[in-house]
């Protein structure tokens, strides 16, 4: 079959509005990334701040942590639209039309694989966290669900956008953000 052919079951897996319900999706995500990083500074700086004036917050550098985590979780989504994910292409650019249609379509498949696996398990973390009333062993004893909900979205966004990049890719249409000249990635 021809990767870039639609196939019958197209119309029914993705529509357009769909996609741009992804693409709003992975730009809100990466909004609530934007600011856990903020957050991650302020604390930081506050914590710098704090120990010059001799003060003690506690539970600051966990509230930091959980911050570059949210962070990096979150931003999951819209990096790959951006194709900002490490990528190898070096086998990629000496393969064959044929080979590399399969070999993309073995990593797209494996990609969504392991990010629903990620997605599942995130939010089994959630779940547990929640039920077992766990909270985090530093001085803050913050119920550590409430972090782990963003490392939860984020995995779910990140499955989702597989997801889009699958059917996207299986209709024959772009999923991937164009980079300019200056963004071209030499890996």
Not at 78 to 94: A, P, S, Y
Not at 147 to 176: E, I, K, N
Request: charged share 15%.
């Amino acid at each position: 079959m021809n990767p870039g052919a639609a196939s019958p079951l197209a119309p029914a897996m993705a529509s357009t509005g769909l996609q741009r319900a992804v693409a709003a999706s992975d730009a809100g995500l990466a909004v609530l990334a934007g600011l856990a990083m903020v957050a991650a500074f302020v604390c930081v700086g506050l914590g710098v701040v704090a120990r010059a004036a001799g003060w003690d917050i506690p539970g600051l550098d966990a509230y930091a942590g959980y911050a570059i985590a949210a962070a990096l979780f979150l931003a999951l989504p819209q990096t790959l639209r951006r194709q900002e994910h490490l990528r190898v292409t070096l086998l990629l650019d000496k393969c064959g039309p044929r080979i590399r249609a399969a070999l993309e379509w073995w990593s797209l498949l494996a990609g969504f694989a392991l990010a629903v696996y990620l997605a599942v398990y995130a939010a089994r973390l959630v779940w547990m966290s929640h039920d077992m009333h766990d909270v985090s062993s530093s001085a803050d004893a913050t119920p550590l669900w409430i972090p782990q909900t963003a490392m939860a979205l984020g995995c779910a966004g990140f499955a989702l956008s597989m997801l889009d990049a699958m059917v996207s890719r299986w209709r024959g249409r772009p999923y991937f953000e164009r980079l300019g000249d200056e963004a071209a990635h030499v890996e």
